[in-house]
C-alpha cells in the first residue's frame, strides 16, 4: 500500500474500527536501537481508510465540522444523538452505568 505521506512509525499499534479505519497508534518515530539518536515518542494517530466513507459517516462527521448546529441534534433519531456526543466526549446522565 502506498500513502500519500512519510510518517516513520516503529513499535507502534493498530486496530481496525467500525468505518474500515486502520488506527496506528503509539510507538517511535525513530529507531530505538539506533544509539546515536534519542528515540522520539509518536503522539499523533494515523487513520487509513481502505474503503471510501459510507454516507452515514459522512453525515456524521458533517455535523461535528458545524458546531452551530448542534441545536438540531435533538431532532435526530436516538442512536444518532449518542454516537454524536459520544464522538465529542459528552456523556448523557442516560449512558452512565448503561
Known amino acids: 500500500m502506498i500513502l ?5 512509525r516503529l513499535w507502534h499499534s493498530a ?3 467500525v468505518f474500515d479505519e486502520i488506527l496506528i ?3 517511535c518515530t525513530t529507531n530505538i536501537l539506533d544509539l546515536e539518536r ?5 503522539t ?8 471510501p466513507k459510507s454516507l452515514y459517516r ?3 462527521d458533517r ?3 458545524l458546531p452551530e448546529y448542534c441545536i438540531f441534534w435533538s431532532t435526530l433519531p436516538r442512536h ?7 464522538r465529542i466526549g459528552y456523556t448523557p446522565r442516560k449512558l452512565i452505568g448503561s
Open 4 to 8: 500519500p505521506f512519510f510518517k516513520p
Open 15 to 17: 486496530c481496525l474500527n
Open 25 to 27: 497508534y503509539g510507538g
Open 38 to 42: 534519542t528515540p522520539e515518542q509518536a
Open 44 to 51: 499523533d494517530i494515523i487513520i487509513i481508510s481502505i474503503s
Open 58 to 60: 459522512l453525515c456524521l
Open 63 to 65: 455535523m461535528l465540522d
Open 80 to 86: 444518532i444523538q449518542t454516537v454524536l456526543h459520544l
